[in-house]
């Protein structure tokens, strides 16, 4: 019988022990216990960002918090707009089956105001959310984003500008001529550009807000018989009519600030949205060799309205829905504690 020489054996030896090393190295680093418990966060644009949920996802898993029965915890965040989550969500409870089937079942839900909550339970019959099971995360501020030698036209710092005093500008046919200060590239009509409120979130609130300010009371004091008020539906059908730009989305409405006041002169968005832009952190094109992304270069300045600017609440709603395990509701307790704790916050 032939027999290997003992060098052979050593060197054959050798590669084997090499083979098992890079084996259990590669396979440790994929390694994902079978008996886990997935928290998936379905989460809007503002705290997707890669500092927030995506970041702190990574810390917390790196962690390795358990349930009480030992079970580790992983948790996943994923990008979704609120207006598609809500009628995603919807359609899941009322009919069992997703829409977009590349996206797993959620056990909690972030839309970018709060507002979409009461409306999921509406679209699906059923409390989905409910107060107890949801905890704010963070909030934004939307105001009034224009240049800053516009802003120096009408007045500002020294002066507040209104949601009320854009509105009558806009609707003015001297428009932009009633200010000697204002630039001829600017033309003669002020632009308002403004996301729909049936997908965007920001035009959801800022609908609201309008409601609001007409109404002369907060939005959540605001009955039926105040929006139905002659000035107040006046006031709302002006401010609609005076825009020239409807946007799907604020992500969409971010790029469009990027061609200046040729495109528009006025955009209601979130504080961080414009902190984006300046910080490029906004994809601006995407292409073959992947995205593009670049910084703003327009001087541009957030007004906050004096009739007061309204808040984004980014709340963690745990669902009540079929698919989420009472392990599973325990986990994203861990992991919506974690996010509110002082390092994260």
Not at 16 to 42: K, M, Q, S, T, Y
Not at 225 to 252: G, M, W
Not at 259 to 288: I, M, S
């Amino acid at each position: 019988m032939y027999q290997l020489s003992k060098t052979t054996k050593r060197i054959l030896g050798a590669i084997g022990a090499l083979w098992l090393i890079g084996f259990f190295a590669i396979a440790g680093a994929n390694w994902r216990p079978l008996d886990r418990v997935e928290v998936v966060h379905w989460a809007n644009g503002h705290m997707m960002t890669e500092k927030l949920f995506p970041a702190f996802a990574k810390k917390f898993n790196s962690q390795r918090h358990v349930t009480a029965s030992g079970k580790p915890i992983e948790v996943k965040p994923l990008l979704v707009n609120s207006g598609t989550a809500t009628e995603e969500l919807a359609q899941r409870v009322i009919a069992g089956a997703p829409v977009n089937r590349a996206l797993p079942n959620p056990t909690i839900f972030t839309p970018a105001t709060e507002q979409w909550l009461p409306e999921l339970n509406r679209q699906s019959g059923r409390d989905v959310t409910a107060p107890r099971d949801t905890k704010k995360l963070a909030f934004t501020w939307v105001g009034i984003v224009m240049l800053r030698e516009m802003a120096q036209c009408l007045g500002w710092p020294a002066k507040e500008i209104g949601v009320a005093e854009v509105v009558a500008l806009a609707s003015d046919n001297e428009g932009w001529a009633k200010y000697p200060c204002a630039r001829l590239g600017w033309g003669k009509k002020p632009l308002m550009a403004y996301t729909d409120p049936n997908s965007s979130s920001t035009g959801r609130l800022m609908l609201f807000t309008l409601y609001s300010i007409a109404a002369g009371k907060p939005a959540e004091q605001l009955t039926e018989a105040d929006i139905t008020r002659p000035e107040v539906v006046e006031f709302v059908k002006r401010f609609n009519l005076a825009v020239d730009h409807y946007i799907p989305d604020t992500l969409a409405l971010n790029l469009k600030i990027f061609n200046g006041p040729a495109f528009g002169h006025f955009f209601f968005v979130g504080e961080d949205n414009l902190v984006g832009l300046y910080e490029g952190r906004e994809t601006t094109g995407v292409f073959a060799s992947g995205t593009k992304r670049e910084q703003l270069h327009h001087n541009m300045v957030m007004v906050y309205p004096k009739e007061g600017s309204s808040a984004n609440y980014h709340s963690a709603a745990i669902l009540r829905a079929s698919w989420v395990t009472e392990e599973q509701r325990e986990a994203a307790e861990a992991w919506v504690s974690f996010l509110r704790e002082e390092a994260q916050q």
